[in-house]
């Protein structure tokens, strides 16, 4: 026979993840009390524009350029580097080809995505920041893994696949198997779509595609019956989202650009070897006449962070 007394820590040791995920639920739900007590006592007229900025009072984020970055199913490389910022009425999104040529500082010539398992987010701003021209604020990080379950809770985005993708490779545990056509994808599915670069445009044809993926997630996470969901997705992407923005700044973040024009936008360049290597000399923007950054200096952006 069992013996009862025995079984009982076992219980109480398996309420741990209840307890746990009672406590973010709540903390959730602290968090939006305040915006939906107020959406649920106003009029309905009124509901609509509430319900459209619970996190009104945390939207002053924009106005500065945030790095964000999509990382392998490691960690240890970036298959996305961009540059976000939202000013005048738009949200602008500038994408960084990986294989761009950068002469670091201290640390010599590379390609970009090498920077950050050199030196970190770190490296990534203050080199991002002196080839842009204008200091980056803040980063925002997203492992691969997160943004499949962040999909999932989402229910998928709707993305117009341009043509066949097929490619398998173990060693990543990749699998990629997508037809053409208007599809939602979730999980894995969008994952291949994203990383798929195995065709005649590489890496350029695979920034294009971010883009189509980069819409579609904006028009759905901006949605206002996604907004109240917002505590609930960053918890589906847990771990894998790393971010010096707190909570409600991040929230704050995505309502403001829910209410502005989204612009996707690549660093125009061309290719070119060096050493065997191949690289994508980038079109970086000529900074203003007079400004610290155009002099190549760093020593602004050390200032600023």
Do not use: C
């Amino acid at each position: 026979m069992s013996n009862p007394a025995a079984a009982r820590p076992r219980k109480r040791r398996k309420r741990g993840p209840v307890i746990a995920a009672s406590v973010v639920g709540l903390g959730g739900g602290l968090l939006l009390s305040g915006p939906l007590a107020h959406f649920l006592n106003s009029n309905p007229l009124e509901r609509a524009s509430k319900l459209n900025n619970p996190f009104a009072a945390w939207t002053g984020i924009g106005n500065q350029d945030i790095l964000l970055l999509g990382t392998d199913v490691g960690g240890g490389n970036t298959d996305v580097i961009t540059v976000l910022r939202v000013e005048g009425g738009v949200t602008t999104i500038t994408q960084v080809p990986r294989d761009s040529y950068i002469e670091a500082e201290g640390y010599g010539p590379h390609k970009i995505n090498a920077l950050y398992s050199l030196g970190g987010t770190e490296l990534l701003k203050r080199e991002l920041s002196r080839k842009l021209g204008r200091p980056i604020s803040h980063h925002l990080i997203v492992n691969l893994s997160g943004i499949r379950r962040m999909a999932d809770a989402l229910g998928g985005i709707e993305v117009d696949v341009p043509k066949r993708m097929y490619y398998v490779d173990n060693s990543q545990g990749l699998y990629i198997d997508l037809q053409p056509g208007v599809q939602t994808l979730k999980g894995r599915e969008l994952e291949g779509f994203l990383r798929f670069r195995h065709d005649e445009m590489g890496d350029i044809g695979r920034l294009e595609r971010q883009q189509l993926a980069l819409k579609a997630l904006f028009k759905k996470l901006t949605r206002p019956d996604q907004l109240v969901r917002l505590p609930m997705l960053f918890t589906a992407a847990g771990k894998d989202l790393k971010t010096d923005l707190g909570p409600m700044e991040l929230g704050g973040l995505i309502t403001v650009m829910g209410t502005t024009n989204l612009d996707t936008k690549r660093l125009g360049g061309r290719p070119f070897f060096r050493d065997g290597l191949s690289y994508w000399d980038a079109e970086w923007p000529t900074p203003p006449a007079g400004d610290d950054a155009s002099q190549g200096g760093n020593e602004r952006y050390k200032f600023l962070f």
